[in-house]
């Protein structure tokens, strides 16, 4: 197959971007320190005062300390809040807008984690759209700012920027022939961590990792943006070419690798939640080398929607072991054969 013909070439391979600013507020101390009376209503008036000024945004806040540990646990799975948040518990909150696009955990390990995710490589429409937010609270809060470090956080190595930008890439060219570690190695002299999406104790499953920066002091914002942008683009390119090597050494092996995993999530009765993600991701790659006609964000959708906690919400109702495996084939039946849009049921 000629090299060019392979759609998506260069961002098919990327799920997502997002920045994530970190905020503290001069006024208040670190949520290690807060109480949850302060705390609680920190969260409050940062919702009521991005209501006034987003009114664009379907805005909805999430206390985690009146919410459900399932309900929880699907926006953790969804990579919308974090563990820390969870662990903060009596005074952490959430504010997302209705397309999942924009996420503000509150009382996380800083007062403020404000989130910005876009499809495909998009680091720089993140990145607007984060900073637009961010002038908007900032006219209404005074943050913690040193004119010679920056924005003050817990962690020093957010300090200056208080930024995060990370991107989401699918290499299973590079994970089968273990040039993933080498990239790791590489990334890490240069102030960058590539980690695994889904894990099995220290194996990834899958083929989903993220990439993100690991200081911002001493850097812009654009700096960041860019030098994360060139490093993706470079892995890209070696994907790229160890799918070719792929193709070229065992084009049949892989696209019966391709069609058994789509059989298999179409037919099978059962389904447990590793299997699904690994024969997802082998349904992607058939998608990405155009070997399958298939829509990429079905696929991501499933990534999201059969996880267990996801599963559980979707359905109303506690499943056991050998349930949540049922009701998981069925679902992606449902959907991968006849379309079915789970949103609106």
Excluded at 74 to 93: Q, R, T, V
Excluded at 155 to 166: C, F, L, Q, R, V
Excluded at 182 to 200: A, F
Excluded at 276 to 283: F, M
Aim: net charge negative.
């Amino acid at each position: 197959m000629d090299s060019m013909s392979h759609k998506n070439r260069e961002t098919g391979i990327v799920l997502s971007s997002k920045i994530l600013l970190a905020r503290n507020l001069s006024d208040l101390p670190f949520p290690n320190k807060l109480n949850y009376i302060r705390g609680r209503d920190h969260g409050k008036k940062i919702y009521n005062a991005l209501k006034n000024e987003l009114i664009d945004e379907e805005l909805m806040l999430y206390e985690i300390w009146n919410t459900k540990e399932e309900f929880g646990k699907e926006y953790l799975e969804k990579d919308l809040i974090s563990e820390e948040l969870l662990k903060n518990s009596d005074k952490g909150s959430f504010i997302l807008n209705k397309e999942e696009t924009l996420s503000i955990m509150i009382n996380e390990k800083d007062h403020i984690n404000l989130q910005c995710i876009r499809e495909g490589l998009n680091l720089e429409e993140a990145f607007e759209k984060a900073t637009n937010i961010d002038d908007k609270i900032e006219k209404n809060f005074d943050y913690a700012f040193d004119e010679k470090l920056g924005y003050l956080t817990t962690s020093p190595e957010n300090i200056g920027t208080g930024m995060k930008a990370s991107v989401i890439l699918h290499l299973p060219a590079l994970t089968m022939s273990e040039e993933i570690k080498n990239i790791s190695k590489n990334l890490s002299k240069i102030g960058m961590n590539i980690k695994g999406i889904y894990l099995d104790g220290a194996k990834v499953y899958g083929n989903l990792y993220r990439i993100v920066n690991k200081v911002s002091l001493g850097l812009t914002e654009e700096d960041i943006i860019s030098r994360l942008k060139t490093e993706v683009l470079n892995i890209i390119a070696e994907e790229n070419k160890f799918r070719e090597i792929l193709i070229n050494k065992c084009r049949y092996e892989l696209e019966d690798k391709v069609y058994r995993a789509y059989g298999t999530l179409k037919c099978a009765i059962l389904l447990d939640s590793k299997e699904t993600i690994e024969l997802l991701s082998n349904v992607r790659l058939g998608a990405e080398l155009s070997f399958i006609d298939i829509n990429e964000s079905k696929l991501d959708e499933l990534l999201i929607l059969t996880s267990n906690s996801s599963l559980q919400n979707y359905l109303g109702r506690y499943l056991d072991a050998k349930e949540i495996k049922y009701e998981r084939a069925k679902l992606v039946k449902e959907i991968l054969t006849w379309g079915k849009d789970w949103r609106f049921q």
